[in-house]
């Protein structure tokens, strides 16, 4: 039987276990129990999202996993980057 995480050290635990099995490459974050971030930025259906510096939504995925495009990331990542370094 699962259960869910007591505190936020087992929470991301269990994130950190999600990003080696999955092979993501990419910075995650752990949410708190508040669950705040998934509020903020609409949790379901799953996206993904770019945050800019400024702490704007940048890039928002179509639903997935279908609607993922990882090129679509990675353009929006160089041009961030790109245009932050100028």
């Known amino acids: 039987m699962l259960t869910s995480p007591a505190n936020f050290k087992e929470r991301a635990e269990v994130a950190e ?14 949410d708190g129990f508040d669950d ?11 996206r993904l999202y770019v945050i800019d510096r ?24 160089r041009t961030l980057i790109t245009t932050s370094a100028h």
């Open 36 to 46: 705040a971030t998934e509020i903020a930025y609409s949790g379901w259906p799953d």
């Open 54 to 77: 400024d702490g704007r939504v940048a890039y928002k995925s179509r639903p997935g996993p279908f609607g993922f495009k990882p090129a679509e990331v990675e353009a929006v990542l």
């Open 17 to 30: 276990t999600c990003v080696v099995r999955l092979g993501i490459h990419l910075p995650a974050v752990v």
